[in-house]
Every structure is written in C-alpha cells, then in structure tokens.
C-alpha cells in the first residue's frame, strides 16, 4: 500500500498564507564556515603550487589514479572514440539537441553598431567574444551530457576562441555521453578533475591549465564555494541553487500530466521544489491522486517523495490573475503555463527564468532539446538575472571618434562638469581640443 503524501496546501485567501508561504520558500543560502575554509585552503594551494596542488586533490578526493595531471586530460581520440561507440539512437538525440540549442542560440548573437550624430562624432558599440571560456561539468552522484550541450554550445556561437571543459570522475568512472557531448559541441580541452581545485585551475592557471576569462556551469557546495571566492579576477555564470519548477494550471490540465512535470524536477534531489498552482480546488485534488498513483512507479521515488513533502506545494489562488501575480512574486526557474490559453497570460509574467506555454511544453523538453539553454537562475534572482546564453560569451565595447569639430563642443561641456568636480587634468584634457587653447586656463 501506498504511503500517503504529506504534501503542503495553502490558500492565498488564508490570513496565515504569507507566513506560510515564507516558510515554504526559505532556503537557507547562508555560507557554510566549514565548507568556505576547506575550499579556501584547496585554493590557495593551487595558487601556490598549481598542478601538484590539483593532482595531490584529485587522488585526495576523487580516488583518480594519475601521477601527473596529464595523465586526467581525455585526448582527442578518446572524445572521437566515446562520439563513435554510442548507441546510434543515443547519438542521434545527442546530435539532434546540440542543432536545435545551436540554431536557438544563433539568434541570440549581439550586433555591433556605431552612428555620428550632428557634429560626426562617430558613437557605437563593438560586440566581441571572450578569449577563453572554462565549463565545469559535475560527475559525482550524477552526470549531465545536456548540461555540456547547454553550456558550450552557446559559447561555441558566440565565437569564444578556446573552450576547456572539467570534470571529476571518481574512481576512474568516466560516463562516455559526457565525453560524446563534449566532442559534439566543440570543446577543445577535457581534464577530469573537479571540485573547488578544477575551479581553482580554472581561475588561477596553472602549468597545464591555462587562466580562464569566464567560468560556467552547475556544481556542488564546493564548487559554489570556490565560484563565489574567485570572483573578480574571472568572472562566472551565476551561483545556482536547487532546481524549481512552478506550474499555473486551470481545469483544461489533465492532471497525470501535471503529476509527472511535477515530478520531473523533484527527482533531482531532495531540496528541489515543485510548485502547482490553481483556482481550480478539483484540479487540484486530481492532481495529489495523480501523484499518488504515478510515484510508486517511478525509480527515483524516494528523492520525489522527500523533494515534495519536504518543499512542494498545492496551492489554491482566487484566479489566474493571482496565480500570475504569485509567480513573479516567487520569480521561478521554471515557470509552465498549463492553461487552455497561455499566451493571454505572458504579457503578465515578469519573473522566471524559463516559460513553458500550454500543455504540450513540459519543462523536461527544456531541459534537453527545445533549444534554450536549462542553465537558469533560481532562488527568485530571475528577478534580475537570465538564463545563460551567448550574452555570457560576449563583452561589449563603446566606440568613441570625436571630429575636432566635435571635440571642440563636446570638450566645452566636459571642462565645466570636470572642474565642478575638481579634476583640473580632466578639463585640461578637453581645454586642448578647443580652438585657440593657450595651455593656461584660467583655474
């Protein structure tokens, strides 16, 4: 028999919801003192000692046998061999994915631009790609071969000259779709470490490992950790928490539907957190009956069940109006619209990550083939954050050519705000440019 499911419920119109609410969303992003003096330990010691510090963590920690670092660096045969060996239904949807998140991304592409305004003083902007771009994969408890398409197929499009993947493999374990994607999407360097040391390697450079621009990709504790520490002298993607899902859904849903894209993101871990959200009171009930059936079917159940009971909710709001005004009040990674017409409701949603509109669109399809990258933001930063995507690879430049007409307007106005400033130099550098300028300004 079944056990039942301890799922939450909550009321929008209950005087107590907001507190509950809090506490359903509270997630404890606090830093931990142990884990930062460990990460902050493994990265001094490869500032110091480079790749014996990376080696010595490797073997430490991962269990790898290598006597050099060369040793945990996958060759270009061995990539080849894993893209080769797969099972041709395997490589097919690997092949299929990376051409889909490749023509997605391509329109993502930015533009340079530049214009001269009255006076032809020529104003842009340059776009240019970042030089070398490092890609953390995990491979501890599990490994993501979409993870590796999602992340440097972007920065492949967005022209980043040198791309160097790393990721642990633990006892020698090496998962042959990593390495197949890997080879797919393009990277140039694989080196099996991983960890807060293959982050260390990453920012700091060492022998072997050339000092990234930028570094991307999930992790664990450590690696969000050593991400956070070494930001400023490289930059990073973001620091990613639990994974979310949020679906509004009104009575044109079929509830096992919504059971099983529920699912889909709790059995990620156990902090994982589902969301479904309804003016529909039966739909709801429905859908708890759903899951009560479909979970015992499911191989990762134990995680589903403890995900759900421990952060997923039902929740019952007034219309869907509310619903909306409840999601970008929770701003989710992912958000599906499971409603008879989403497209009414879009121009609505201000905070999610990724949306999923209508019933056919499933957050599983997001996160492997439609086209987006699932590298999203979560904890509610897609209030002021995006999904990664070939922005991430790309800086931009301002383009500055004064005519000495030019010059010579532009430098009346500048000398006055500079000497309202007190920066005398900076007057004295626009006063030049001004016809009939004697070097001797009055102060």
Not at 341 to 368: K, M, N, T
Not at 373 to 384: M, Q
Request: hydrophobic share 45%; glycine share 8%.
């Amino acid at each position: 028999m079944t056990p039942p499911l301890a799922l939450k419920r909550l009321d929008a119109k209950a005087a107590t919801f907001d507190a509950e609410l809090a506490r359903l969303l509270h997630w404890d992003v606090s830093e931990d003192d142990g884990v930062n003096r460990i990460v902050r330990d493994i990265l001094d010691d490869v500032r110091r000692r480079g790749d014996a510090a990376v080696l010595e963590a490797s073997v430490r920690l991962d269990r790898v046998k290598a006597r050099s670092l060369a040793d945990l660096e996958v060759s270009r045969a061995q990539l080849d061999a894993a893209l080769a060996g797969l099972p041709a239904a395997e490589r097919e949807a690997l092949e299929q994915a990376a051409e889909r998140v490749r023509a997605y991304h391509e329109r993502q592409k930015g533009v340079s631009w530049q214009y001269r305004d009255d006076d032809g003083n020529l104003l842009g902007q340059q776009v240019t790609a970042l030089d070398r771009v490092g890609v953390y994969v995990p491979g501890g408890q599990a490994s993501y071969p979409s993870s590796v398409l999602m992340t440097v197929v972007p920065a492949r499009v967005a022209g980043v000259t040198e791309i160097i993947m790393t990721a642990p493999t633990p006892d020698d374990a090496v998962n042959p779709l990593v390495l197949a994607a890997a080879r797919l999407a393009g990277v140039d360097r694989v080196v099996r470490i991983g960890g807060a040391q293959a982050i260390a390697a990453l920012a700091y450079g060492t022998e072997s490992i050339p000092k990234v621009d930028k570094i991307v990709g999930p992790g664990g504790a450590f690696v969000a950790a050593a991400k956070r520490m070494v930001f400023g002298p490289v930059g990073i993607d973001m620091i990613a928490g639990p994974s979310e899902i949020l679906v509004i859904a009104d009575a044109s849903s079929k509830p096992e539907w919504l059971a099983l894209d529920l699912f889909s993101q709790a059995e990620h871990d156990e902090a994982a957190q589902a969301i479904l959200v309804s003016a529909d009171g039966e739909l709801l009930e429905a859908v708890h009956e759903a899951m009560l059936e479909l979970l015992p079917k499911q191989p990762r159940a134990d995680v589903i069940r403890a995900s759900l009971e421990a952060r997923g909710a039902l929740i019952k709001v007034p219309d869907l109006a509310a619903a909306v005004s409840l999601a970008n009040r929770i701003a989710p990674e992912h958000l599906e619209l499971a409603v008879a017409d989403p497209e009414r409701l879009l121009p609505q949603v201000r905070h999610a990550g990724a949306i999923f509109l209508g019933h056919h669109s499933p957050e599983a399809l997001g996160d492997y083939v439609a086209g987006p990258s699932h590298v999203l933001p979560t904890y509610g930063t897609a209030r002021f954050s995006s999904p990664l995507g070939v922005y991430d690879f790309e800086k931009r430049s301002s383009l500055i050519g004064c005519s000495a007409p030019g010059a010579e307007r532009l430098a009346r106005t500048a000398s006055i705000l500079a000497r309202s400033e007190g920066l005398a130099a900076h007057a004295d550098s626009a006063e030049a440019r001004i016809s009939g300028f004697d070097g001797n300004r009055a102060r």
